[in-house]
T-cell receptor, first 114, second 117 residues
Framework: AQSVTQLDSQVPVFEEAPVELRCNYSSSVSVYLFWYVQYPNQGLQLLLKYLSGSTLVKGINGFEAEFNKSQTSFHLRKPSVHISDTAEYFCAVRPPGNNRKLIWGLGTSLAVNP | AAGVIQSPRHLIKEKRETATLKCYPIPRHDTVYWYQQGPGQDPQFLISFYEKMQSDKGSIPDRFSAQQFSDYHSELNMSSLELGDSALYFC????????????????FGPGTRLTVL
């Protein structure tokens, strides 16, 4: 079975500051890794994903994440955040294969303040 | 590009009533997933269908049922609604047998917000 732990439930940060949202996972098999963003009152949007290959993955809106197999982590980073990045961020994993369900972390609420 | 469509977007029901949520996948997608996200919670997987057959089952209550139709749209039927059923219900779709490899991305709809009073 797989599980996902997002270490911070809330992250307040000032505009233009860097941010890191932490995600650790547990799995006995290799998994695909995802970060989704949920803006207030909206649906889930895929930010980026790691399937294989380069461990540094770049996504939309200037976000990137690094897969660290030895630490079973997939932390999300952005060098300079904007007010518009205020949202809920979810880390998720999924075993390879068709039609497999996503397993989610509890989410991290990013609040960007002016 | 066409996205996943969910209807209705908002639904208010009384306790013990029934509700039907609909999901229209991206054209050509043959797999549908349902997730439930309670207030301040992570999405919980409920059930999925591939080619009109149930492919996986999660924490879906017995009061709920779902099916996928010949046009690949899916409906989640909820009976004897309880206050705790108030949540955002997401539908996602994917192409179950994508070209090469085993990755098939799930695309999410905007969700249906169900409020049970």
């Amino acid at each position: 079975a797989q599980s996902v732990t997002q270490l911070d439930s809330q992250v307040p940060v000032f505009e233009e500051a860097p941010v890191e949202l932490r995600c650790n996972y547990s799995s006995s098999v290799s998994v695909y890794l995802f970060w989704y963003v949920q803006y207030p009152n909206q649906g889930l949007q895929l930010l980026l994903k790691y399937l294989s290959g380069s461990t540094l993955v770049k996504g939309i809106n200037g976000f990137e994440a690094e897969f660290n197999k030895s630490q079973t982590s997939f932390h999300l980073r952005k060098p300079s955040v904007h007010i518009s990045d205020t949202a809920e961020y979810f880390c998720a994993v999924r075993p390879p294969g068709n039609n497999r369900k996503l397993i989610w972390g509890l989410g991290t609420s990013l609040a960007v303040n002016p | 590009a066409a996205g996943v469509i969910q209807s209705p977007r908002h639904l208010i029901k009384e306790k013990r009533e029934t509700a039907t949520l609909k999901c229209y996948p991206i054209p050509r997608h043959d797999t549908v997933y349902w997730y439930q996200q309670g207030p301040g919670q992570d999405p919980q997987f409920l059930i999925s269908f591939y080619e009109k057959m149930q492919s996986d089952k999660g924490s879906i209550p017995d009061r709920f049922s779902a099916q996928q139709f010949s046009d690949y749209h899916s409906e989640l039927n909820m009976s004897s609604l309880e206050l705790g059923d108030s949540a955002l219900y997401f539908c996602a779709s994917s192409l179950g047998r994508g070209g090469g490899g085993s990755y098939n991305e799930q695309f999410f709809g905007p969700g249906t917000r169900l409020t049970v009073l």
